[in-house]
């Protein structure tokens, strides 16, 4: 059986040898319009042949990496987020809203308060290093339902403290993904209070996606019936920038 990691390791070698014909190839709406297709098909596939409540694979607290990387941004630099920072996130509020009956003002203390989960589990990233990590964190439903979703929700979007030239990093999934047992906004790793480098005071776990979906810095979540007015319309600021896949299903 050939693995996801080989299958694309196989694809960057063959796009090595055929670069020139790829550039003209990635170039053309056509054959981007067509690469989209065939992710929609990948979201139906799997959802198709596997168990939306599966979980993703956990592991004992021995199997943990000594390191867990951090990548992307490790400090945002808005002078609100150091402040935040240098205060402990005391005062930090994660706002709930957008197409919910009744809009959320959480403290970091009383999300502390709420049950939480906790989960060892292995991060696989895009550019192609994993880490097996524990992270504990409220259940992103929990919040929702506080909220309470309005019947033309569709998508979760988070958006993010990280600054990413004239924007902040954003991010969104559906609501399988969102009400998965496994999809929390985690505020500890390793038995730690999150650290900033890994996204604190909250960061997205979306364990059955791959990692560029695990938003850092989550500091408002919102309910949407659509993603065509989230960014440039594809879902997520990887997605809008470069071409990324919207569903990234491991």
């Known amino acids: 059986m050939i693995s996801r990691r080989a299958l694309i390791g196989m694809g960057a070698g063959a796009g090595g040898l055929m670069l020139s014909g790829c550039d003209r190839l990635t170039a ?3 054959f981007r319009d067509g690469l989209r297709a065939g992710e929609a098909l990948t979201m139906r596939a799997q959802r198709l042949v596997t168990n939306r409540g599966a979980l993703a694979p956990e592991f004992d607290a021995a199997q943990r990496s000594p390191v867990f ?11 609100a987020y150091a402040a935040h920072a240098a205060a402990n996130f005391a005062d930090w509020r994660l706002a ?24 060892i589990t292995r991060h696989d990233c895009v550019e192609g290093w994993s880490a097996i990590g524990q992270w504990t964190g409220v259940p992103l439903k929990l919040l929702l339902d ?9 998508y979760i979007v988070f958006h ?23 999809t929390i906004l985690a505020w500890g790793l390793n038995g730690r209070r ?10 997205l776990r979306v364990e ?41 299903g491991v």
């Open 28 to 30: 053309s709406p056509t």
């Open 69 to 79: 990387r951090a990548n992307g941004t490790r400090r945002p630099s808005s002078p």
């Open 96 to 119: 709930v809203d957008g197409r919910v009956a009744r809009p959320q003002n959480f403290s970091l203390a009383q999300i502390g308060t709420m049950p939480a989960r906790t989960q």
């Open 146 to 154: 506080q909220a309470g979703l309005r019947p033309d929700a569709r």
């Open 160 to 182: 993010c403290a990280d600054d990413y030239g004239a924007g902040r990093y954003y991010e969104s999934i559906d609501l399988v993904d969102a009400f998965h047992p496994q």
């Open 194 to 203: 999150l650290p900033v480098e890994n996204g604190a005071p909250l960061r």
């Open 208 to 248: 059955r996606m791959l990692g560029y979906k695990h938003a850092k810095y989550v500091e408002r979540i919102e309910a949407v019936a659509s993603l065509a007015g989230v960014g440039g319309g594809r879902g997520g600021y990887w997605e809008d920038t470069n071409d990324y896949e919207w569903y990234a």
